[in-house]
């Protein structure tokens, strides 16, 4: 079964940098999609960012181009997200995800609005609490 597992949260303050890590298990990431997402309180849902396991296309939302870096270890079945500059706003659980990519599905189509539930991103990990304050 797919499993994730994140890791790498915690207490920051305003302009300091956390790198998260998704350890994922039963698939591989070649042909997959894999995404990073967070959810604050109160709020839904919100895709940060996603990757490729084949040629590693990325996408990212735009309150978070320039400050984070998506990366992948194909190796090791891991997913980082590099997260610089952090704000306040950036505040949230981060979870990832993952679901096949198919022929002309772009990585930013899975990643934004209703792509995650409409492309079988139906595994989830707990997630990792990202919390940024002074």
């Known amino acids: 079964q797919l499993q994730f597992v994140e890791s790498g949260g915690g207490l920051v303050q305003p302009g300091g940098s956390l790198r998260l890590s998704c350890a994922a298990s039963?698939?591989?990431?070649?042909?997959?999609?894999i995404g990073w997402f967070r959810q604050a309180p109160g709020k839904e849902h919100e895709g940060v960012s996603c990757?490729?396991?084949?040629?590693?296309?990325?996408y990212y939302a735009d309150s978070v181009k320039g400050r984070f870096t998506i990366s992948r270890d194909n190796a090791k079945n891991t997913v980082y997200l590099q997260m610089n500059s952090l704000k306040p706003e950036d505040t949230a659980v981060y979870y990832c995800?993952?679901?096949?990519?198919?022929?002309?599905?772009?990585?930013?189509?899975?990643?934004?609005?209703?792509?995650?539930?409409?492309?079988?991103?139906?595994?989830w990990g707990k997630g990792t609490l990202v919390t940024v304050s002074s």
């Open positions: 995800t993952a679901a096949p990519l198919f022929f002309r599905t772009t990585v930013q189509a899975m990643c934004v609005g209703p792509g995650p539930r409409y492309y079988g991103m139906d595994y």
């Open positions: 039963g698939f591989t990431l070649d042909h997959y999609a």
């Open positions: 990757i490729t396991g084949s040629d590693g296309s990325t």
